[in-house]
């Protein structure tokens, strides 16, 4: 028994974070944005300042790229080398959410919480995605459980790696770190007595400054070094500016995130929000746990503070996720032991939705993938596995038969669609992503010489375009910019789509199309509608020479 549980853990996490881990080409901008500057970083030996197309890039700080950097050089420059780090980080992400699932609780639920975690959409989303926030989240919820777990189990030598693994935080995506800590934190000083007494009984002065000496360096190297511009782009562009301003023209919307949580926590969603109703009816009647208490404030504050943004991005939110496990891995808990108290009633009827849940997500997959997605006929399968995974589980909760300790049926379920997912989506996309194909004929014809390369309003394929062609490259938006561009004496190529090769020319710039290739303008799931829009027109042009 103890063998099988061991290879299911090793399938479940092999299939979730590293297979075909460097087969889909890059597709969201900022993953090629960021995989760009790492390989630059790796090319240049610059470790202390990231660059993207040869100028300072102030988005994050310095430590993602560092580990982006240390895959591509152990793996290649290439996705794979890209998405190592996510991936492999993902592990101590799980192993911390076990660990402190253990220390709060019982192993059984940490064990159960931390594979919740390892199997659920948005790990098996972000450790296959080259962007900071895996990393950013398994230092920042690694830090915190230490803490929580130094507070908590009177274990006050714990606090000290707490606080070295929320400084690498900071030096990952900035100071976010000090404004969710402070938040969650002071959240639970609000809430409960007991949790108060116990946080404040740590170091937390000389915490805070060990934070501060070990994160500050780099901020101060790079104020020293680009002065004012890394002062405006970094904490007012990339940090002031994104979260007050509505640079984007967006709605507020207080339910995003609760929209994203809700789908992210699938299956387990209707249990989530079970153990948040009895958990709300135990802290009114001073019952909950201090270790729950703790799991809820730190959620509430993520959600909170993300929530107030005026910009936003689903995967903002993740560092909730291991704390959700958690709890939805207690209440597991509390569901298969068949107690039924007045304390867990919404838990339970929450818990035998998972059965139900499954079931209407095959059937509603295998019909929208007949119906609506063009995809081979074998992909049916994973539908199929989910829905035959959710009439057993069903049947199980309602026949009262004895439930395992960890739900091996939903999790294999999920990890087939997963499975599915890799082996027959990501290469139908792959179908018809040119881009690449595109970015290498340029390259080839390019070579190291003198002949320059362009975008001419590529929007969120140019990043991708200038990893491919691996070539310096002129991103150009406006007409007078395309017009300077191929003024200049010395030959050049531009990609854009044939639409906007008719706009130019109609300003009169003189231009003609060398090479040309069908493919998606769109970077969503609208890629594999059967009735998808008519492929564009992507084309690489060049200067017509007067005859």
Known sequence: MKLLRII?????????????????????????????????????????????????????????????????A?????????????????????????????VLFSFEIGFTGGLLLAASPPVFALARY???????????????????????????HLQWPGYVLIALSVVTKGPLSFVLCGLAFGVALLASADVRRRLLALNWISGLLLVVLLSLPWFIYMWLRFRDAFVQGYFFDENVSLFASNRFNTKFDPLFYVRVLAAGLLPWTGLAIGKLWDDAKAYRGKTLDSGSILLWCWTIAIVAFFTASRFKLDHYVFPAAPALCLICARGWAEFRTRVGTTANTATRLGAQTIGPILVLAGAGGGYFMIARLDLPNAAILAPAVMLVAGVIVTARVFSHARLPAVPWITLTAMVATYAAVIFWVLPALEQRKVIPDVARWVRERAGTGGVRVGTYRLNRWSNAFRFYVDHPTAHMDGVEEARAFFAEPSPAYAVMTRQFLYELAGEGIPLQVEYERDGMWVTSGRALWRRREPPTKFVVVSRKLEP
């Open 8 to 72: 299911g853990v090793a399938t479940l996490l092999f299939v979730v974070l590293f297979w075909q881990l460097g087969t889909a080409s890059f597709w969201d901008p900022d993953e090629a944005h960021y995989a760009e500057a790492s390989r630059e970083m790796l090319r240049t030996g610059d470790w202390l300042a990231p660059y993207y197309n040869g100028q300072p890039y102030f988005d994050k700080p310095i430590l993602f790229y560092w580990f982006q950097a240390a895959g591509m």
């Open 74 to 102: 152990v793996a290649g420059e290439n996705e794979t080398g890209a998405r190592l780090g996510p991936a492999v980080v993902a592990i101590a992400l799980v192993a911390a959410t076990i660990w402190l699932g253990t």
């Open 130 to 156: 080259a962007i900071l926030d895996m990393i950013f989240t398994a230092f920042l919820f690694g830090g915190v459980s230490l803490i929580a777990a130094a507070a908590l189990k009177d274990r006050p």
